[in-house]
């Protein structure tokens, strides 16, 4: 840390769940990489002048404000961090893009494809000057995930010709849980879809270098109305699960599914690809393995490898534990802050951009017109223009 | 054996690999199981007449012959076992039916739905007459399917949200494995599809206990045309993988997915289903497990269970070896011919019938249909009547 | 089955839990392999002639009788396939070789170092007469286990360090289960020691090819008194449990546990064998798999590889099943029916020989010793010398 | 925090492996978990000047010194917290708590058991006076672990027969590995057996309640030269593999192993513990993962289940993430802060003890005599006797 001379100093807006994980991350970034700056948890902002007061000195904030546009007037904010519900992230996004901060935004990009089409532009005109942008897909950090990618662009999967993934949850499989943010479609924009169904539909798109064509898909909410915490009850507005099939642009056919009601799965996002070569399988709840399955072995010794991807070769691996010391969930965003903090400070673009993760929303947009539709619905490229 | 006085005599068509499991377990299965019939290998047909010789004395048949149609004409065989290729099986099945002869016949019922309602009909026509029917989808004798089944019916797993059935091979991946009569559709009805789709959909809706009412698919041919045996090559007519999304009339929602293109997986039958009490899963490259989620336990003890499903009070078990002492593919078998041995014995009606099978032809049919539009199918319920 | 021109005539003794699955492989092993001699089930013995009869009947031996004496003494009978429990082995085993007949005897070869050498000792010198002797350490026979020797033999495991054996099973976890014929030590020589303990010696020998020279060890038994079936109650005379460290004349170090009170494992025999090149790693309730470790690969690339053992180049697959198609626990017993018949028929000596099962009875001895003394023992060679 | 109103300053001796993970743990604590006292990263010691100002910077103390007895000195360091190799253990430790500080000691406590016994004595004495002592066997912070315990404590698991317990490396197994400082025996005290056979031995005393009353033990050293970094080569002089069998004082039988050379095991502490009435197994390698056998469910429905240890009411979780959302290795360390900073705010005696990792320290010295000896050995309980 003695060499890193700049301070990256960052306003986080919002503090609960991805509040937390990303102060977990800033507090840890440059205790366990070198990099060229250094974060500083300048000043966060929230709604409620108790809890956010609260929440800054739980997590390390040095200051705190209820207004969220204090925090793009200031000149001693480097980086606008987005940690609120998808109904806001355009307005704060686009606003602080426009004063010249950089800008970290939560998943999903928006909760429409209006929003999120805008926010792309602002964001391929921000990085004209210099202004950097990303969404936060923090998967895509995880370890084993970057080995995945890493071995199928190195051709050890060969042709893919197979896509199979899920995001299996159970939290709400209670009908008597209540009517959160989450389940209101104005709030969330979509119910399982956009919340889970986003991260595999990134991951895959990632992962395989591939971009989902077209889906043919049904959408389901099991239980239609739940109790409101003030009383009553409400009618729950999104999803409860979303399962696709389709076809990528390069070829291979898939199916995909996001459900907060399969009993037993607490954040079971499994992918399994399979291709001409070889195979891999990803499963979050155990994140720090890889399973690889290579067809150029001898027959008789080729079989489903569980890689423990806890090696100084591995991915992000090096600035932790010896071998077999596994890491967590937070160490993804701890990851994200890196490659963030290692793009601004070296003057590339980091990655998923917005328009990678407007990518993500026209999908999540192609699978509710299907469902809708009941037939097959093309996904547009997700192409920005800017005007000269 | 001693108490069994009363021979089935049993005459089978075909003899490549499923004349070989299905001989497997008629010399078996009297040796295992205590029942009410001895199964006799009266005579097996077949093409080819040197062939067919070599057959029967490697597979244990007393006779052996090229006429199909002189097995039905015989006196003295009582049952007809079809095991050719499912071109054949209607013209085989529906006449010894009429010649008053019970009938095994081999999965898929047939290419066609007109040919598979006809045999339907002829099979409900001829159980008036005490002449039984069945089709052979083996995977419900697995005793971990079985359990699976017992599980869902005595409410274990509450009520069914998700169904996730995949049946994953990759015998075709090489774009040089010739073109084998499963590749054509003429002889073979459609490719993954029918092959292996047919059983996942057999298996889900007889362990639910719903029927699939409507489907969105679509299917894949990756290798259009393979070597010919004889020389040269040829079109590839059927599918080489066949993926869909699906509702059940229960309630459930599903993913279904057949392939012979996911390398490293070699029979790699997999079905996961979530209901509001618990979950089950039974994968058949583990097929003396089965996987239970039991949501009423306490919560700090919940977990995925792996049943080691070998104990004497298991389905089919306590006629085998002691408790962690595992039982292969070929048991599936037997314990089909035990049931069916059971069924005529004491007169009742074996399943699957033929109007079961049906249902899962109907299922195939809207897959295809679906695919081909791009929309979604219904399906319709494998309603037979017959005149009086 | 057809170029089969010379039959081999077995008479059977004993018909219990080992006769069935021996049996079921004599049945078996002509319809599945091409082999120069044709087992033919010519008569069983035992000793209540009802239930003698019964199991002739049920298992399918032509014959039977209450006199194992006059199965000997038979010229239409070739083999004597001793299932018997341990304490009548030596008789019978020496009675047949003397009288020429070749000999398959269950294991442990015998209840003492004395009777088990007189064993070898007959075994060697009716070798030179073209008479045959196997002793039945059946899970030599499992494919992966026979895969797991290749790779050590291959060298690619390297120079082993470690083997890490258990046998594990939970059948006498209550104390009142009865006080059966396994648990005394004037019928069964000793208990989870030499019921599966051996399995676990011979077994880790047989993939090594390392004897071990050195054991330190405990007994324990957990229930001293059990209830007879005729009422009251008797002493349990044998182990529960046996555990040792243990070091092999290759350089290898070892640790070894045989119990019957490992609740909720079945038949958990697993051995892990770690070497300077790679690991394998075999669990018996998974039979079907054989996981290896190739530290050979490139270091990110490593993991312990699930191969499923059902490919046509594994050690005996290519008579059964497509790939991913299970095989279960009797196939041990008809490869092993495989091996011998095709030993005699080509006129070598099978393996194990009787020298081989005195060798694990000298380990037995061993083990028994240190764990009375309370300090190291070593175990003598196995050297069958036979005077000229 | 807002109610935090005591600081507790802590000095840290040593700022390596142990170091680096103590520290991530002291920065994270109070950001995580509630509790009466607020860690405070005043100085770390080391002795190279360079080195441990590079290392304040980076891990984030305060301040720095070459000489970690001015620590002891200052009035404004309330604990000191042991990370340097055992040999300097018994000195820092015995200095600190002479000075009134509280401390946090690595293990092993000590290189010899009279070190050992010295600290006990020195903790218990200064245990009087409201000083406190722990050694940081931090695996007993594992949740799984925790977990584990509860369940063996609440009578679960019933009256425990066995525990099987490894704990496999694999970073020496190649012959140029160079002779570090834990390869050294004036450094290190012992080998595999001290490092983490340790942790073995302590974590199975921990969760079964009973101490380990004899061994019989081998030990081994592969390789018994390896180069210096500073060129030629240098004598291994301690063992690279323990192994021994056990008798614990409940009645439980054992068997422990520890290596460094399983080939493909990176950090593979596994410990499976069966008793009457269930059984528990534990992997590191899936630390987030408690299998659970429950003996008292339907024998139908008995298997081992997969608990996911992520769930709000198991041990530690509530203050992370969701369920399913996996937490890594030094989140253990995280959890020892927690624990020790609630013991000392609210004035009670942490554990582990001195005297109870004394007690590891005699299991150590009783398998040496053993392996020495080739004979059982007993191990005396440590008893720490203060003069009045």
Redesign the interface.
């Known amino acids: 840390?003695?060499t890193q001379t700049t301070d990256l100093r960052i306003g986080m807006v919002g503090y609960a769940?991805m509040g937390a994980?990303h102060?977990?991350a800033w507090?840890?970034v440059n205790?366990v990489f070198d990099l060229p700056l250094r974060a500083r948890m300048t000043a966060v902002a929230g709604r409620d002048p108790g809890k956010v007061a609260?929440a800054a000195?739980?997590?390390?904030w040095q200051e705190h404000t209820t207004d969220w546009r204090s925090l793009i007037a200031r000149d001693d904010i480097d980086l606008i961090d987005v940690c609120t519900p998808g109904d806001s992230h355009a307005e704060i996004a686009i606003a602080a893009l426009a004063a010249g901060k950089h800008v970290l935004c939560e998943k999903p990009l928006a909760n429409t494809i209006d929003e999120a089409r805008a926010m792309a532009t602002a964001a391929v005109r921000a990085e004209a000057g210099g202004v950097r942008s990303m969404c936060g897909f923090n998967y895509r950090r995880v370890p084993a995930v970057a080995?995945m990618r890493q071995?199928i662009a190195d051709g050890r999967v060969g042709e893919i010709?197979?896509v199979?993934a899920?995001y299996?949850?159970?939290?709400i499989?209670d009908p008597q849980f209540p009517l959160v943010w989450r389940l209101q479609k104005d709030k969330a924009g979509s119910g399982a879809l956009g919340d889970i169904g986003a991260h595999i539909i990134d991951l895959t798109q990632y992962v395989t270098g591939q971009r989902i064509a077209g889906v043919?898909?049904?959408t389901?909410t099991?239980v239609k109305q739940r109790p409101l915490t003030a009383g009553g009850s409400g009618d729950v507005t999104v999803d409860d699960?979303a399962?696709?099939?389709a076809?990528l642009d390069g070829?291979a056919?898939?199916?995909y599914?996001a459900?907060r009601?399969?009993?037993?799965?607490?954040?079971?996002l499994r992918v399994e690809i399979?291709?001409?070569?070889?195979?891999v399988v990803f499963d979050?709840?155990?994140?720090?393995e890889?399973?690889?399955?290579?067809?150029a072995l001898p027959?008789?010794?080729?079989?489903?490898?569980?890689?423990?991807v806890?090696?100084p070769?591995?991915p992000y691996i090096a600035a932790w534990?010896?071998?077999?010391?596994?890491?967590?969930?937070?160490?993804s965003f701890t990851h994200q802050a890196r490659d963030l903090l290692e793009a601004i400070g070296t003057g590339v673009s980091p990655t998923p951009s917005f328009t990678d993760a407007l990518q993500v929303q026209l999908v999540l947009d192609a699978v509710e017109r299907?469902a809708a539709l009941?037939?097959?619905a093309e996904v547009e490229p997700a192409l920005t223009e800017v005007a000269a």
Request: glycine content about 10%; aromatic content about 12%; proline content about 2%.
């Open positions: 840390m003695s769940f994980a102060s977990q507090r840890t205790r609260a000195a739980q997590l390390g080995l071995l010709r197979h199979r899920v299996l949850q159970d939290w499989t043919s898909a049904l389901e099991f699960a399962l696709f099939v076809r070829g056919v898939a199916t599914e459900t009601f399969a009993t037993g799965r607490k954040n079971g399979n291709g001409s070569l070889g195979s979050f709840e155990r994140m720090n890889l399973e690889f399955y290579d067809a027959s008789d010794e080729q079989g489903f490898s569980r890689i423990l806890t090696e070769d591995h534990w010896p071998p077999g010391h596994l890491i967590g969930y937070e160490h299907s009941g037939s097959w």
